[in-house]
């Protein structure tokens, strides 16, 4: 038994028509691979919740804005497997680049303003091909519940958006963020830092707290915070460039000057030539 | 029994979720409403091949470029219901624009360059609005199949590429256009025609006729093609202005130049204050 590969859309289908036939819940994973804690999450709150799991492993070549990234990005399917094995996944799907895209997208999802600010700023284009394959993703597995991760939240924002906006008949799960012990957020891209840059990462982190804890006593004055915030990445660490550090709201990830309710502190951080995202949803004063 | 009315998408997903569990095949028919024959030859082709037919009737406001138009365009929901009910529809859907629209639309769908030309050229955002409002409806009702008529052949191109692209699970049909005797293609815009203009407006399909008579004695030049045919509309009647008439890949929508395979020949014709539009698919010299 266990997870079973599919690599062909057609071929998905007819498992997927077999398992809603029997009338089973299905529940989408959808990842890049190179899974980790932070994905098994996922998959135990899918397998909690469905009858069949689907995770889908596809490395996403239209959302990379930079050829680099795609290149570096880890790829490990048969240690994916084995996980997806061991955690229930009934099939993983695995489709190459050309059953994808067979031919270029003309037709995509515009994701609008939601992707004026945060990561959507700095990579052009990336949440319009994030959303478009995703749609795709929901389109080939009709699943009634889809998994992803709460680290990356504009992405969360944009797909509850879109699911909303378009009548998306699914139900959009957000899992909170899995953390190493000293709190840095799991990712694929740490297996891509040496072990200073390992050390220093964990700065994005801190950041982010530290604007939480001021919210929390109080600062409603949003460039303040900021301002604090950023002052916990060590100036004298070469490694480390400070990409961003915003605080939006939850929902439209819309800067706040003022805070005067939840708002998701966020930044993005270059370690080396790795960059990491993480955010915290600050509640305000306590 | 006949045809139900339906005002919102919840009760409209238990109704088919109801229908689904009988293992019917789900057939849409999305209308704006004003039916015609040509409605009644996409519900005839949704009755023959599916067991749950629905007609959808909504006069989406987004895809109104001219707020007069918007404005003029006709509603009848009672006639229109009755025609239902006569042609054995199951479900009508006619949902309030705040039922389809709670909030204004952040994720639209970006229908790239197929909305370059034709009716996309002069009707700005047009055919975004109305992918996004087939899409909203094809998840809401999620059918097994969809129909459209062949006379709004951009529109039905840009659905079949989208749903192409996103891998939205529908299978789209084509329906060819009704005609009047006279050859004037069906149109709820027909409506606002006065007597002396509905005379005048036959001159858009003898363009057309025109130029595919052109085309299959063997004129393969497109731009001399265009010409003959918009001789047709005659220069003395000042009710007339033709918008366009454009040769172009059945496909992509692109115009070509030189004419080496089938192509779409369509026109928009003013017609006093009503815009009509028309097209012929040409097979190429015979």
Redo the contacts between chains.
């Keep these: 038994m266990g997870a079973e590969l599919v690599e062909s ?1 057609e071929h998905l ?1 007819q498992r997927l028509t077999e398992a809603r036939r029997a009338n089973a819940t299905i529940g989408l994973v959808p990842t890049m691979g190179a899974l980790h804690a932070g994905h098994v999450r996922l998959i135990e709150e899918a397998r909690h919740e469905c009858q069949a799991v689907v995770v889908s492993i596809f490395v996403n070549p239209l959302q990379f804005d930079r050829e680099d990234d795609l290149r570096r990005y880890p790829r490990r399917l048969d240690q994916d497997r084995q996980l997806c094995d061991r955690f229930g996944v009934d099939l993983v799907f695995a489709p190459a680049v050309t059953e994808m895209y067979p031919v270029p ?10 992707a004026d600010h945060l990561c959507g700023k700095y990579r052009p284009g990336h949440f ?1 091909s994030v ?2 394959v995703v ?3 929901f ?2 597995v ?1 699943p009634d519940r889809a998994y992803f991760g709460e680290k990356d939240a504009q992405q969360l924002a ?1 797909i509850r ?2 699911v909303a ?5 699914v139900r959009i799960v957000g899992v909170p963020t899995v953390r190493e012990p000293d709190g840095l957020a799991l990712s694929s891209r740490n297996a891509q830092l040496g072990p200073a840059e390992r050390q220093s990462a964990i700065a994005l982190f801190r950041a982010l707290k530290a604007a939480d804890r001021r919210i929390a006593s109080g600062d409603t004055d949003a460039e303040q915070v900021k301002r604090l915030a950023a002052a916990e990445i060590p100036p004298d660490d070469p490694s480390l460039r400070l990409e961003y550090l915003e605080i939006v709201d939850p929902e439209t990830m819309q800067p706040v000057t003022a805070i005067t309710g939840p708002v998701r502190v966020a930044g993005a951080l270059w370690v080396g030539s790795t960059r990491l995202i993480d955010n915290v949803l600050s509640l305000g004063a306590t």
Aim: proline share 7%; net charge neutral; aromatic share 4%.
């Design positions: 859309i289908r997208p003309e037709c995509t999802i515009d994701v609008g303003h939601l319009h959303a478009t749609m795709k993703l389109g080939i009709q944009i958006r879109f906006d378009l009548n998306v008949p």
